[in-house]
């Protein structure tokens, strides 16, 4: 009874799809499915899934992992929204599939058969390509934008940098890559992208 009288317990942080925002620098708002509010993640740590989304504590993420950079800028809300800006974002908030290629080549690789080859790689960076989930894009679509966020990340200049690769295979339309074929530069072997991806080098930056 005492203590009951000392302390109040604030409630749960809470964000919606109008609203991704949870009130804390440390907590970011997953609108993936029913929107929550989530614990960023640490630098270094693995984000894959939430490229788009301010989940990474002081930095963005980058291929999966949190890396050091400027993080996105804030969530500003509207006074008000129209009905059909409402059913627009509800309609995007049931649409999205987290389920996507890593690297412009993932198609091209899994047609000659690396997904059963370089299995840990591919499974890895060519989810959809290896039909280890179901995208909701069609394949078939060279020149679209495949994620939802393409529009804002051109906005924030980030379709070339550390995330050109995913960029170039799924913000096609919004990034201006559809001039160039997709599979230009897919003759290069998967094990050499794999020493690349993997060289000491590249360790040492994940430590």
């Not at 799809?17 to 949870?22: F, I, L, S």
């Not at 280890?132 to 069609?138: D, E, L, Q, R, V």
């Not at 804002?152 to 559809?178: A, K, P, V, Y």
Request: some cysteine; proline content about 6%; aromatic content about 10%.
């Amino acid at each position: 009874m005492y203590t009951n009288q000392m302390y109040r317990f604030a409630s749960r942080p809470r964000c919606t799809a109008e609203r991704p925002t949870c009130g804390s620098p440390y907590l970011f708002c997953d609108t993936r499915g029913f929107p929550h509010c989530v614990s960023k993640i640490k630098l270094n740590g693995l984000c894959i899934g939430f490229e788009g989304f301010d989940a990474c504590f002081n930095g963005t993420c980058q291929m999966g992992r949190c890396r050091p950079g400027p993080t996105p800028a804030s969530f500003v809300p509207q006074t008000q929204l129209s009905q059909m800006q409402r059913a627009q974002i509800l309609q995007r908030q049931v649409r999205f599939v987290d389920c996507f290629n890593r690297h412009p080549c993932c198609e091209t690789w899994a047609g000659i058969g690396e997904c059963h080859r370089n299995g840990n790689f591919m499974r890895q960076y060519c989810q959809a390509a290896c039909h280890i989930c179901s995208p909701s894009f069609n394949a078939n679509s060279e020149c679209v934008d495949r994620h939802i966020s393409c529009r804002q990340w051109r906005i924030n200049n980030q379709c070339r940098g550390n995330s050109d690769l995913f960029m170039e295979e799924n913000c096609r339309q919004s990034c201006g890559f559809c001039g160039t074929p997709k599979n230009a530069s897919c003759p290069i072997s998967v094990l050499i992208i794999i020493a690349l991806y993997f060289s000491p080098e590249k360790e040492k930056e994940k430590v």
